[in-house]
C-alpha cells in the first residue's frame, strides 16, 4: 500500500527532490524514471515512517498477493520496543537522548535531508573581494527551484557527499523495491528491467531459474 499522504516534506521541499531524484535515475527509454516511479513518495514515507501506526518500516507477509495468496505486504507490521529505538536513531537521530546514544551520537537521515536540500537552495553569493563587501550580508542566490537545469545540476553535483549517497541509495530502493512502501509505481520499475518481481506462492519456472525466458 502507497503512502496517502505526504508526512515529512512540504511543497517546496518536495518540489526540489523530485528534481533530484530524476537527477540519480532519469527517464530513459522503457525506464520511466525516479520521479514518476514514486521515489518522492518512497523517502517521504521513510523519513515520516513512525507517523503512521504502526510505523512504516517492515512490510507484513508472507505474500504480497500479486501471484496468489492473501496481500499480506499491505498490511505493516509492528516493531519491537528495541526495532523501534533502533530505527528512530536511525531515521530521527540520536537528539541527545542517552538512550540513543549508546554508541555515541548519530546524525539522523531526518536532518540530512534537511541540510541537503537546505544546501541546494540556499547557495550565498561568496564572490565578495573587498573589505567592505565582506564586512556586508552575502547575498542569497536564487533558489533552487528557480535556476535552469545547468545550474540545478551544478548545485546537486557540489550538494554534500552524504546527502548525495544517502539519496542514492533510497533512490534506489524506491524504483525496484516492492512498491508498498511507496515506490515502483505500477511496478515499472521492475518492468523497466525485466524482474518478474515477488512470484510467491507461485514461484519460478525452471525456464525463469534458468535464465532463458
Known amino acids: 500500500m502507497m503512502a496517502t499522504r ?8 518536495a518540489a526540489i527532490l523530485t528534481v533530484v531524484v530524476d537527477w540519480f535515475v532519469p527517464a530513459a527509454g522503457a525506464h520511466p524514471g525516479a520521479a514518476a516511479l514514486g521515489a518522492l513518495d518512497y523517502i517521504d514515507a521513510l523519513l515520516g515512517a513512525f507517523s503512521f501506526d ?4 517492515w512490510a507484513g507477509g508472507p505474500f504480497s498477493g500479486r501471484f496468489g495468496g492473501d496481500p499480506g505486504f499491505a498490511s505493516f507490521t509492528e ?5 523501534a529505538l533502533a530505527w528512530r ?12 546514544e549508546w554508541n555515541g551520537p548519530v546524525r539522523g537521515w531526518q536532518e540530512i535531508y ?7 537552495d540556499h547557495t550565498a553569493d561568496t564572490d565578495a573581494d573587498t573589505d567592505a563587501d565582506a564586512a556586508a550580508p552575502a547575498a542569497p542566490s536564487r533558489g533552487f527551484m528557480q535556476c535552469d537545469a ?18 542514492y541509495a533510497h533512490v534506489c530502493e524506491a524504483c525496484y ?7 515502483n509505481r505500477d511496478l515499472g520499475g521492475w518492468r523497466a528491467i ?3 518481481g515477488d512470484v510467491q506462492p507461485r514461484g519460478y519456472t525452471d525456464i525463469e531459474v534458468s535464465g532463458r525466458a
Open 150 to 167: 545547468t545550474e540545478q545540476d551544478a548545485r546537486i553535483a557540489a550538494a554534500p557527499r552524504e546527502f548525495r549517497e544517502l539519496c
Open 194 to 196: 525485466e524482474f518478474p
Open 114 to 120: 534537511r541540510d541537503g536540500i537546505a544546501r541546494l
Open 6 to 13: 505526504r508526512v515529512f516534506f512540504d511543497d517546496h521541499d
Open 54 to 57: 504502526p510505523p512504516r518500516v
Open 177 to 183: 523495491g516492492a512498491p508498498e512502501y511507496g515506490g
Open 89 to 100: 536513531t536511525r531515521i530521527e537521530g540520536s537528539q541527545g537522548r542517552s538512550e540513543r
Open 79 to 83: 516493531l519491537s520496543a528495541l526495532e
